[in-house]
């Protein structure tokens, strides 16, 4: 044996090894595929897009495209009771001096709540080019209520409200605004600021017996204007005063409250106003 790997050449050790490492690898085929270990691949890891709650969105939109929304904190559902009715205050803003034509475009329209739990529904709009504005509000028919509408320009007009008289006289109030700079009458007719000033006292007593605290709503019936309604409050003289730009077609009604006293009404015609000595009101007990 060990002279036959003695006469093997150097040539023929070479073919040898060669044999030996092909049955080597022949070997290796037939081992168990599990036991061999897969080359490196990088697996892909899902991309996962997040969209803030409430917000519909094409996901192919980049989420800095999209613009932060302002969120307001939804009422109690309880607070609305049933005897809140929804209306929708509607009008046109005009200038009073050229009419119902001359639009006042962009003007403000306000609402103020005299009731304190109602004071933080306080809102606003804004009239269009076309001097139109809505005004959604939700009130009962107890509830009182200041609506202002304000223009650049213009001196502010507001009328006072009760939810009652909404649903009694409708939701349209239409506001002619006077112009700040302007110092002539605004319509044929018109009489300008009318000083409007009187005193209650008790009937049975004379008029050396002021009523003090007692309730003055003053209401201008105009045909060319929208219905104005002032409340007034007598002082501790039991005098009240206010002023009112009013037309020589206008008729006003004066009606007054007080306790333990009979409601007493008056009317009278605006050109009658003028000038005039301060009115007085004696109520009556019930």
């Given amino acids: 044996m060990q002279n036959t790997w003695r006469r093997i050449r150097p040539a023929q050790w070479v073919l040898v090894m060669i044999a030996i490492g092909g049955l080597a690898f ?22 996962v897009s997040i969209t803030a709650p409430g917000i519909s969105r094409n996901t192919r939109v980049p989420i800095a495209s999209i613009e ?4 307001i904190a939804a ?11 929804s209306y929708t205050l509607n009008g046109l803003v005009y200038d009073s001096a050229l009419g119902t034509a001359q639009a006042i475009g962009s003007a403000y329209i ?11 529904f306080n809102r606003y709009t804004q009239a269009g080019i076309d001097g139109l504005y809505r005004l959604p509000i939700r009130v009962r028919p ?30 349209q109030l239409d506001f002619g605004l006077v112009n700040a700079r302007s110092s002539l009458p605004t ?37 060319v204007r929208p219905q104005t309604k002032i409340d007034l409050v007598t002082d501790a003289n039991g005098v009240f005063t206010t002023t009112l730009l009013m037309h020589n077609t206008d008729q006003i009604q004066i009606i007054v409250v007080a306790s333990g006293y009979l409601t007493n009404t008056l009317a009278r015609r605006a050109r009658d106003l003028v000038g005039s000595a301060p009115l007085s009101i004696a109520l009556r007990l019930e």
């Fill in 75 to 85: 009422t109690p559902t309880d607070f609305f009771t049933p005897e809140f009715i």
């Fill in 187 to 223: 319509l044929p007719g018109d009489l300008g600021s009318v000083a409007i000033k009187g005193s209650v006292y008790d009937a049975y007593k004379g008029r050396g017996s002021a009523i003090a605290g007692a309730e003055v709503s003053i209401i201008d019936l105009s045909v």
């Fill in 110 to 120: 306000e609402c103020h709540f005299i009731g304190a739990d109602l004071q933080k």
């Fill in 68 to 71: 932060p929304t302002a969120t």
């Fill in 142 to 171: 107890g509830d009182g209520f200041v609506i202002i509408a304000s223009a650049p320009g213009y001196s502010s007009s507001s009328v006072r409200l009760h939810g009652a008289e909404i649903g009694q006289y409708g939701s």
């Fill in 26 to 47: 022949t070997a290796c085929l037939g081992r168990d595929p599990s036991s061999v270990l897969p080359p490196y691949a990088a697996t892909p890891r899902p991309i």
